[in-house]
């Protein structure tokens, strides 16, 4: 399975970002680690909990996934010094049958199913276990629903933008493709939190396939903020571009899929570029403070995003089985997250690029307004 299936089959994610070329006041950005009765306020689980998992580890296409998730979920109990007894269904055909079949077990909370279509016969048939979905869906009921999407890049971008940029850009290819789902992502995004004043609008400007800018040139020298949408084949040379042209000290903000290459393999040009990332691949800390046993294995890549996710699904279980509205996860592994019955919004970290390909992260850009738009 290629990367950009991996990421929109499960909606996979990342996302917060920012800022731009050229700028030296950066820090990295460093967190206090909670243990898990301080991350759902106060909630945590009970010694004896059954925890239930529903997930496609018997599925040959979707077992590495599912089995990073599985991974995620256990470590984070044994990480936990409270003992639950985590109960195991390998969703296949039948996932109603073997929803109907863990729910009999009665466990606190169920977590899963994963796949879309799965998730969606599922969810119109959830009873009195309180559960957590790993995907979204349209159908409306009693759950939450947790998922890692693409999108949250651009919502993220967007909300730190808000506050602070009036002519912003969003640099993304001519052809239809993912990269014209998050700029209109983006564009929506921003409209909502700061789109109110005729004076503000979000511009566009893209390219070709060989890379070259469709003339927007006023566009450009106007921008005050930058979001690139862009793979990592064609973001060294686009970035090139607009650094030539844009005012100096523009934020210039990347999505995760410039880091779609091995750690220490990316390109010179991309140095001071900043990109959205999951905490989890940017901060060693969080990775080292974390006693997992798959710690290692999952550090890096699209695998690594769902490690995460199966830790903090696992956190997210006692205010779910509370029936909080919002569930809030304080320094998640894949974010800041808040989950309502019905939508979630996570808020991430950022990573920047230095010299000889090697990136860095998290970091936080020193700046009064970009400070005041983060918090």
Not at 266 to 295: C, H, I, N, Q, S
């Amino acid at each position: 399975m290629n990367t950009h299936a991996l990421r929109y089959w499960i909606i996979v994610v990342v996302a917060l970002s920012v800022l731009s070329a050229g700028c030296s006041k950066v820090k990295e950005w460093t967190r206090q680690q909670h243990k898990d009765g301080d991350r759902i306020d106060g909630l945590q689980y009970q010694d004896g909990d059954r925890v239930g998992v529903l997930l496609p580890t018997g599925n040959d296409k979707y077992r590495e996934p599912a089995l990073a998730i599985m991974a995620g979920i256990e470590d984070a109990r044994k990480d936990s010094n409270i003992k639950t007894k985590i109960i195991i269904e390998k969703s296949r055909s039948n996932v109603e049958e073997q929803y109907r079949s863990l729910a009999a077990q009665k466990p606190k909370v169920i977590i899963g199913p994963l796949l879309p279509d799965n998730v969606d016969k599922v969810a119109g048939k959830i009873g009195l276990v309180p559960t957590l979905l790993l995907n979204k869906t349209d159908i409306n009921g009693k759950f939450y629903q947790f998922a890692l999407s693409p999108k949250d890049e651009a919502a993220t971008v967007a909300q730190l933008f808000s506050g602070v940029a009036k002519n912003p850009i969003v640099v993304y290819p001519e052809r239809p493709g993912w990269e014209t789902r998050l700029a209109k992502k983006f564009e929506s995004e921003f409209k909502s939190k700061f789109g109110r004043t005729k004076s503000t609008k979000v511009r566009k400007v893209k390219y070709d396939d060989k890379r070259r800018i469709v003339p927007s040139l006023q566009y450009i020298k106007e921008a005050d903020a930058v979001f690139l949408i862009a793979d990592a084949d064609n973001a060294p040379h686009i970035y090139k571009r607009l650094l030539k042209k844009v005012p100096e000290n523009t934020p210039i903000v990347a999505t995760s899929h410039v880091t779609d290459k091995k750690q220490g393999s990316y390109d010179p040009e991309l140095k001071d570029l900043y990109f959205v990332e999951t905490p989890w691949l940017l901060d060693e800390k969080m990775r080292e403070a974390f006693k997992g046993e798959k710690t290692r294995k999952y550090s890096s890549g699209d695998l690594a995003r769902l490690y995460a996710m199966g830790i903090d699904a696992y956190h997210l279980g006692p205010g779910v089985v509370a029936g909080k509205s919002p569930v809030r996860l304080k320094d998640g592994k894949t974010g800041n997250i808040e989950l309502r019955k019905g939508s979630i919004k996570r808020r991430l970290a950022f990573g920047r690029f230095k010299k000889k390909g090697k990136r860095v992260g998290p970091v936080r850009v020193r700046s009064e307004k970009l400070e005041e738009a983060i918090r």
